[in-house]
C-alpha cells in the first residue's frame, strides 16, 4: 500500500503537464489502476486485518487525490506565469480621477481641524451684513477714523433705522456680537467660536485682493485672561507652521479689543534671524485682543463676570506665511487659472 | 499712521546707552511698532507706525518720553529731556492783530506777528525734515513742519501783510465757497467747514487741512502770524476727506491733538523762528482757550489687573510703570487711582485702558501661554453644514473636479437676472465688481473661458448666492455648482455624479424630471422639492447648480441595517421594444407594479429603440420556483402589450 502511495506521489511531483497528471490518475486510481486493483485484493484478508487495511488504503486514495488537485492548481496558476508576457514597468499606471481642492479650502480644514481638538465651534454669520454688527456693536463710534481702516464696500440699500448701512462684511469680528447674543439665552455663558467666512474689502493689488477670507476665535467665560489668548495663539502655530515657528504679541490698537495686540510669528525662512522676507526675523500674522468691555455690553454680558479674547487673522495670510507657498502676487488665488489650481 | 524720524534728532530728547536698534526692538515690544531701523550715514532712521488711538507719538518728543519710561523695564537707563521753551522776547512794537474765534470750532488758539527774513533752513533742519519724508522749502515753512514733527501739534503761517485789516475771523464754510489752496488746486467747499476769513471777508485758511495760496508766505514775505489753532476733529475730518485732502496735518488733527501742545508749539517755534529766520516779535501773544479739557482720573484694582492678565502683577509694580509712562498715581485698598495727563485724555477712559498700559510695559513676553479649560466644551453635532461640505467637496475631488473659488460680485455682463433686482455694490472698486450674483454658473463658464487651452474641464465651486429681502438683508444660500467641458459630453455623466452624491449623503428620495426653466437638462427633486437644476448648455458644456442648505436639511449620516436575505434571487434580463417616448422610470415603476417579488428593476443597455432590464425576484421567506417566476413574466409581457405595445425581444 504504501509502495502504491509513494510511488503514485513521486510520479504526480515529476509530472511536466496536465494531461501526464490525468495518465498517472488512471493508472493509480482508474477501473484497472493499481490502487483499484490493490482496494480489490482486501476482502481476501483477514478479518482483523481487513478493517486496517482498508483504512490504510483510503489515507492512501485521499492523498493522492490531494497531490494531484494541488498538482492542477500549480499548474494553472503556472499557466498564466508561463504567457508571461513582457511588461515594461515604467509605462504609466492606470489612474482614478483626481481633482484638486483649492488653497483656501486645504488651509480652512486645517485650521478647523487645530481649533476643533481644543473645543473650538464653528459657526458661519452673515456676509452682507448691517453696519451695525460690523462696527457699531463692536464699540466704533459714528465717523470714526477706525473705520476706514477696514475700507468697507457699502450696497445700495436704504439703511436700517436701528442697523445702519447694509456692507458687505470687512472682517469676521461682525460676527462676536452675534455669537454673545446667540449664547446669552444659556445659563452659563461659556463661548468658544471659530467663525471662518469670506470677507470683503476695497483694495486690490498684489498683496490685497476685494474677496479674503478670515478665521476669528472669541472665547468668553470666567477668569479667561491675556495668558489663555498666549497659550491658544502658541498652540495654533506651533500646529500649523510647525514646532520650530513661535510667536509673539505686541501692544496694538483696535476699537473692540482692550488690550490690543499685533501678533507676529518667527519668519519660517530665516527661523527668526531676520531676513529680506521679514521684519528682522518676524512677519506679522494679524490682530487680537481681549474683548472691551462696550462689546460684551453689547453682547448682553456683564463684563465684571466675564471676560474674553477674540483674534482675527488672514486666511489667505497664514497660507503664505507656510513654507513653500510664498506667492508672489496674492490675486492669483482668485485668478482660477488651471495652471494654479492644479499644483495643489 | 507711519512717521519716520532720524535718531540723533530723537536724541535731543532722550539720553540713554542703547542702541538705535535695541530702542527698536524694546519700543516695538512695549509700545510703537517700530517697522525698520535703516542706518543712514553714521545717523539712523526709524519708520515708526503708530496706533490711531496714539497721536501723541506723532513725533520726536512723544516717542522720546515713551523711550525714557519702557527701556528701564529692561533694565536700560533712560532720560527724558523734555524740550526747552524759554520765554520769548516781547517787543515794544505793537503790530495789530484782531481774531475772532468760534469756540465750537477751535478749542484753542495762539498766535503772534513775527518779522522774518526768508532763506534757506540749516542743513540739520533740512535733513531731518527730508528723512520724515517732508520738503524743505524754506525757513519759515520749514518751522511750520519741524515744530510739528517735534512737539506733535500742527501750526501754521500766514503773510501777515495779505491780510486786510489784519483781522481774523474764524467760521464755518458755506455750501459752494470756492477756495484755492497753497498748492494751487481750487476746490468748491461743502459748507460746514472751518474756514477763517480776513477783514475783507476773503477766505484765507482751512483751518487744520491746508493753507490757501492768496496769504501764503513768499519770497517776498518780512512779516508772518505764526498761528496755531487746535481744531474740532470731526469737521477736520470731514473736510480732509471730502476734500481728499490728506495732509499730516489734517491726518493728526482729526485724531485729536493734546490742546495743552499748542503752547508748546508756540514757544518752539517762536524760539526757532528766532534762530533761524532773525525772527522778532511784532505783536502780544494772543492765546484763546475755550476748550480747555477738564481733568480725569481712572481707578483700577488689583484685582482686575491680575483677572486679566491672568498672573499676579505686585501693586507697586504697576504703580512704577504708570509713574514713569507720566501718570500720577494714589493708592487706596488695593485700587490705584491713576491722573490722566492731557496727552493720554481721549485714550484712557476706562478700567482696562490702565491694565493694557501695565501689561504692556511689564512685557507680554513675561506673561505665560496657558490654554483655555477644555471641561466646558459645547456639544455639537459632528455632521453639521461644514461636515457635508468637506464631504461633499472631497467625493468631487476624486471624481476628478477641481475646486474654483471665483469673486462673489460679478459684472453687469455676468449678472443674471433683472438688474433691478439686483444688490448692487455702492462704492464700486471696478467695473468687474459691480453686482452680488445670484447664481454661480456665470462665473464657472468665465473660468471655462479663461481656460481656453484645455480640452476638457471639471470644475466645482461651494459659495454663497444672493438675493435681495425687502428692508432685511438680502437672503444668503450656500449653492453647489459645477461645470464639465468636453468633447461629447453626457448629461447623464453629470447626473451620475449628483446620483452619487445623494446616495453618499444617505439621501435616497430624489428625482429628475424635465427642465421648467426652457433649454435642456433636468429639474433635480429631494422628497418633491426642487434644490437645483442641470443644464446642458451645448455639444461640450453641461452644468448643474444645487441649493447646497436644502441638501444639508436632507442629508443623514443615520444607517439602517437590513438582514441579509437566506434565499438566492432569481435573476433575468428582459429587453423591451417600446417606443422612445415612454420615459425609463415610467417602465421601471409598471413592472415593479407586476408582483411584490420583483425586488429591483435598473436599466442595463438601451439600443436603438430596444431597452435592457434587469430584474431580480426574491422572496425572503422562501426559496422561489422557476414556476412563479415565468408567470410573473408573462404577466410583465401582456401589461406591456396591452398598455405600451411593447414587444419583448
Partial sequence: MIGIKNAAISFVLEAQNQAELEEIKLQFLGRSGQLTLALKEIPKLSLENRAEVGKLANEVKNTIEETIEQKISEFKTQKSKVTKEKIDVTNPGIRPPLGHLHLITQAISEITDIFSRIGFTRVAYPEIEWDYYAFTALNFPENHPARDDWETFFINQAPDPKKGQVILTPHTSSGQVREMLSQVAHDKINIKMLNIAKCYRRQSDVSHTPMFHQFEGLVIGENISITHLKGTLDYFVKSYFGEKRTSRIRPYHFQFTEPSFEVDVTCGVCLGQGCKLCKAGWLEMGGAGMVHPNVLKYGGIDSKKFTGFAFGWGVERVLMMKEGIEIDDLRLLYSNKLEFLEQF | ?649
Fill in chain 2, 1 to 649: 499712521m507711519n512717521i519716520k524720524i532720524l535718531d540723533s534728532w530723537l536724541r535731543d530728547f532722550l539720553i540713554t546707552k542703547a542702541t538705535a536698534l535695541e530702542i527698536a526692538e524694546k519700543l516695538s515690544l512695549t509700545s510703537v511698532s517700530i517697522e525698520r531701523v535703516e542706518p543712514l550715514g553714521k545717523d539712523w532712521v526709524y519708520d515708526i507706525e503708530v496706533t490711531t488711538n496714539r497721536p501723541d507719538l506723532m513725533s520726536v518728543v512723544g516717542i522720546a518720553r515713551e523711550a525714557s519710561a519702557v527701556l528701564p523695564q529692561f533694565g536700560i537707563n533712560a532720560k527724558f529731556i523734555a524740550p526747552k521753551l524759554p520765554t520769548p522776547k516781547t517787543s515794544n512794537e505793537k503790530a495789530s492783530l484782531t481774531i475772532h474765534n468760534d469756540k465750537l470750532l477751535v478749542h484753542r488758539l495762539c498766535a503772534v506777528v513775527m518779522e522774518v527774513r526768508i532763506k534757506p533752513s540749516p542743513k540739520y533742519i533740512q535733513e531731518r525734515l527730508e528723512t520724515s519724508n517732508i520738503r524743505s522749502l524754506n525757513n519759515v515753512i520749514d518751522v511750520t513742519n519741524y515744530v510739528m514733527r517735534t512737539i506733535g501739534h500742527p501750526t501754521h503761517v500766514f503773510d501777515y501783510d495779505r491780510i486786510a485789516n489784519h483781522t481774523i475771523i474764524v467760521q464755518e464754510s458755506k455750501k459752494g465757497e470756492q477756495i484755492t489752496t497753497l498748492d494751487n488746486k481750487t476746490y468748491t467747499l461743502e459748507g460746514g467747514d472751518i474756514i477763517a476769513v480776513d477783514g475783507d471777508k476773503n477766505i484765507i485758511d482751512l483751518l487744520g487741512v491746508m493753507g490757501l495760496k492768496n496769504t501764503v508766505v513768499t519770497n517776498d514775505t518780512k512779516r508772518i502770524i505764526f498761528f496755531i489753532d487746535n481744531n474740532d476733529t470731526a469737521k477736520i475730518r470731514k473736510t480732509s476727506m471730502g476734500l481728499s485732502i490728506r495732509t499730516d496735518a489734517a491726518i493728526l488733527n482729526e485724531k485729536g491733538v493734546d490742546p495743552q501742545l499748542a503752547y508748546d508749539a508756540l514757544y518752539y517755534g517762536i524760539n526757532l523762528l528766532e534762530k533761524i529766520a532773525d525772527g522778532k516779535i511784532a505783536s502780544d501773544i494772543t492765546d484763546m482757550y475755550p476748550g480747555k479739557p477738564k481733568p480725569t482720573t481712572v481707578s483700577v484694582s488689583q484685582e482686575t489687573i491680575n483677572k486679566v492678565i491672568g498672573i499676579n502683577i505686585p501693586l507697586k509694580t504697576s504703580i512704577t510703570i504708570l509713574e514713569d509712562l507720566g501718570f500720577t498715581t494714589s493708592v487706596k485698598q488695593n485700587t490705584i487711582t491713576v491722573n490722566i495727563p492731557s496727552h493720554r485724555l481721549s485714550d484712557i477712559t476706562i478700567e482696562e485702558d490702565i491694565v493694557e498700559e501695565v501689561a504692556r510695559v511689564y512685557g507680554y513676553q513675561n506673561i505665560p501661554s496657558i490654554l483655555p479649560s477644555q471641561n466646558t466644551m459645547r456639544i455639537t453635532k459632528r455632521n453639521n453644514a461644514f461636515y457635508w461640505e468637506s464631504v461633499v467637496k472631497s467625493a468631487l475631488k476624486y471624481w476628478g473636479f477641481t475646486e474654483t473659488y471665483t469673486y462673489s460680485f460679478v459684472s453687469e455682463e455676468l449678472f443674471e437676472g433683472t438688474i433691478t433686482d439686483a444688490i448692487e455694490i455702492q462704492n464700486q472698486l471696478s467695473s468687474d465688481w459691480v453686482y452680488m450674483r445670484r447664481t454661480l454658473i456665470p462665473s464657472l463658464l468665465q473660468v471655462l473661458r479663461e481656460n481656453k487651452t484645455f480640452e476638457t474641464i471639471k470644475i466645482f465651486e461651494l459659495a454663497n448666492v444672493y438675493e435681495k429681502n425687502g428692508k432685511d438683508l438680502p437672503t444668503q444660500t450656500s449653492t453647489l455648482a459645477g461645470v464639465v467641458k468636453k468633447k461629447n459630453v453626457s448629461f447623464f455623466e453629470v447626473k451620475g455624479i449628483i446620483e452619487q452624491l445623494f446616495l453618499d449623503l444617505g439621501i435616497q428620495k430624489f428625482k429628475f424630471s424635465k427642465r421648467t426653466a426652457g433649454g435642456n437638462g433636468a429639474d433635480v427633486y429631494i422628497e418633491n422639492v426642487k434644490i437645483g437644476e442641470i443644464e446642458i448648455l451645448d455639444e461640450e458644456i453641461v452644468d448643474f447648480e444645487l441649493d447646497f442648505s436644502m441638501i444639508g436639511k436632507y442629508a443623514t449620516t443615520k444607517k439602517v441595517y437590513r438582514p441579509i436575505a437566506k434565499y438566492p434571487p432569481i435573476i433575468e434580463d428582459m429587453s423591451l421594444v417600446i417606443s422612445a417616448d415612454i420615459q425609463t422610470d415610467k417602465i421601471i415603476e409598471e413592472i415593479k407594479k407586476q408582483s411584490k417579488l420583483i425586488v429591483s428593476v435598473t436599466l442595463l443597455d438601451i439600443y436603438q429603440n430596444t431597452r435592457t432590464f434587469h430584474i431580480i425576484y426574491q422572496d425572503k421567506q422562501r426559496n422561489l420556483t422557476g414556476k412563479e417566476v415565468g408567470e410573473i413574466r408573462e404577466k410583465i409581457i401582456k401589461t406591456f402589450k396591452s398598455k405600451f405595445k411593447a414587444e419583448i425581444r
